[in-house]
């Protein structure tokens, strides 16, 4: 299966495309423009989509928060809208920390350390996961807000997992 992951933003967003079966990265962009990625996701043949949602959580919030709810409505949109599909998920940051590092606390850190533990270390250079351009590694291109794009798609699938969706 196909899992399109999208980390939103007010302008440009990052997104991961990962096969659940080996969960091999086939694609990322850490800062595609929001147009250009509402133009990609009817593109690209996927099988799901998962964006990461923003949660209240008491405090106030300013323009750009409301700006990337917007944003992530109108993935949704194109996705429903070109697919006939209604198969989708909203990705709660607080569930991206209880699922890969099992505390609320958990900071980016933490979670790019336990994505980089889930893969193997076959690249060069000083992150081997990452790699080199000369001797790249599983998560070679991955980087910036592609990061936080695939903790949401290993957020998924370990949900789907334990539910025994996949």
Request: hydrophobic letters at 35%.
């Amino acid at each position: 299966m196909k899992l399109l992951a999208i980390d939103p933003g007010t302008e440009s967003s990052g997104f991961v495309i990962i096969d659940t079966d080996d969960m091999s990265v086939t694609s990322s962009d850490s800062s595609i423009s929001n147009n250009a990625l509402l133009d990609w996701v009817i593109g690209y043949d996927v099988d799901h989509m998962a964006v990461e949602m923003i949660a209240s959580y008491g405090m106030s919030v300013g323009k750009t928060t409301f700006e990337t709810c917007v944003w992530i409505g109108r993935f949704i949109q194109r996705w429903l809208s070109s697919n006939g599909e209604t198969d989708y998920t909203l990705v709660y940051r607080k569930d991206v920390k209880l699922t890969l590092c099992q505390s609320m606390r958990a900071k980016d850190a933490n979670i790019r350390q336990e994505l980089l533990d889930r893969y193997p270390a076959t690249g060069g250079g000083k992150t081997p996961q990452v790699g080199t351009k000369k001797d790249p590694g599983p998560l070679f291109g991955v980087s910036s807000h592609s990061w936080s794009a695939l903790a949401v798609a290993h957020t998924w699938v370990d949900t789907k997992r334990i539910e025994g969706m996949i």
